[in-house]
């Protein structure tokens, strides 16, 4: 399976926005960006994914780099509920896969009142 | 739907005696999973059912470990004559089917060998 990189921790404030980066510089063209994050004590949540284009949804948005080498989870307003580990994941859809994730350590996220 | 249920919680076994999981995922998701996470660690996939079939199994599942989805719905993990180092928190999740964006997860049975 590809290999992500992420930082270790993070901090943000409440109500500003954070950028949490990954690199995956041997990403695959079967290979979707996905993203889950893990509040403690939780299993893990599922964010966002996206192969190729920015995506948006209710949590996130997704930027993908061009090369695909790269990749930027943004959360517009962080709220203190946000506070978690968020895994940037390489998925491949191949069937011979299973599709199962592989998680790395994660980033932590600490989100400062 | 109340998403994917894992039971017990919490089981605290003597080092030696076996236990069992049972996962109930989202009715109608054909795939489940299992995964176990140590502490400060992200999760670490274990195994994989596509409907009742186990097709895939790591490494890490030693020949302590068994899983079985005998009908395609829920799934039991059971770990024989265990160890201090089984102690973990064990993940099930489940998808609707292999293109999914999401799986989901349960909250986890915690594991402690004593």
């Known amino acids: 399976d590809a290999k992500t990189t992420q930082p270790n921790s993070m901090e943000s404030n409440e109500e500003e926005p954070v950028h949490l980066p990954c690199n995956h510089s041997?990403?695959?063209?079967?290979?979707?960006i996905h993203w889950y994050r893990q509040l403690p004590s939780q299993g893990p949540e599922y964010v966002i994914h996206?192969?190729?284009s920015n995506v948006n949804n209710r949590m996130a948005s997704l930027a993908i780099a061009e090369d695909r080498k790269s990749s930027t989870l943004i959360l517009h307003r962080a709220t203190l509920r946000d506070a978690a580990v968020y895994y940037c994941?390489?998925?491949?859809?191949?069937?011979?896969?299973?599709?199962?994730?592989?998680f790395g350590e994660g980033t932590q996220l600490t989100v400062n009142p | 739907d109340t998403g994917v249920s894992q039971n017990p919680r919490h089981k605290i076994t003597k080092r030696g005696q076996n236990v069992t999981f049972r996962c109930d995922p989202i009715?109608?998701?054909?795939?489940l999973y299992w995964y176990r996470q140590t502490l400060g660690q992200g999760p670490e996939f274990l195994t994989y059912?596509?409907?009742?079939?186990?097709?895939?199994k790591s490494r890490l599942l030693s020949d302590r470990f068994s899983a079985e989805r005998p009908k395609g719905s829920f799934s039991t993990l059971e770990i024989q004559r265990t160890e201090q180092g089984d102690s973990a928190m064990y993940l099930c999740?489940?998808?609707?089917?292999?293109?999914?964006?999401?799986?989901?997860f349960g909250q986890g049975t915690r594991l402690t060998v004593v």
């Open positions: 009715s109608e998701h054909n795939r």
């Open positions: 041997t990403i695959s063209g079967t290979d979707y």
């Open positions: 059912f596509q409907n009742e079939a186990q097709l895939e």
């Open positions: 994941i390489l998925r491949d859809v191949g069937e011979t896969s299973g599709s199962r994730l592989t």
């Open positions: 996206g192969l190729t």
């Open positions: 999740a489940s998808s609707r089917d292999p293109t999914g964006a999401e799986a989901f």
